[in-house]
């Protein structure tokens, strides 16, 4: 289904999308409008294609790219702040050394043993949330 009438945010949204170059096709899909309209508004606008017009998916996919570089930087820039005083920032793989837990030997049905392991990796806390679940905790 077409619209009549381009408010001026459409206008803007058109010149948006073919200043980042996405296709005319993409553009119309995107504004709900026929690519025939799109073009002919376009024309009215004195807008024209740039050589090399890219998938509206490509630039978003770059756009994506982009943000999430931006967010790794800050999360970086964040753990080098927190690492200064935060023993929490420098320590390495493996369980915390203010663990709670305790390792322990336990015998326990093969049935039970294949029915947490079929659930693939973290089977051993499956089992002890189980645990604390049927004690209470």
Known sequence: ??????????????????DIGVKTHAIAHKLNRSQGGVSARMATLGIYRREGERKFSEVAAEH????????????????????????????GRGRPPASAKEN???????????????????????INKALRKVAGL
């Open 1 to 18: 289904m077409t619209r009549a009438l381009w408010s001026p945010e459409d206008d803007a949204e058109l010149r948006r999308f073919v």
């Open 104 to 126: 322990v030997t336990l015998p326990i049905d093969k049935v039970v043993l294949d029915h947490f392991r079929a659930g693939g990796p973290g089977w051993e806390t499956r």
């Open 64 to 91: 994506i790219r982009v943000v999430d570089q931006r967010l790794l930087k800050a999360a970086n820039c964040a753990a080098l702040t927190l690492g200064a005083g935060n023993s929490a920032a420098k320590r």
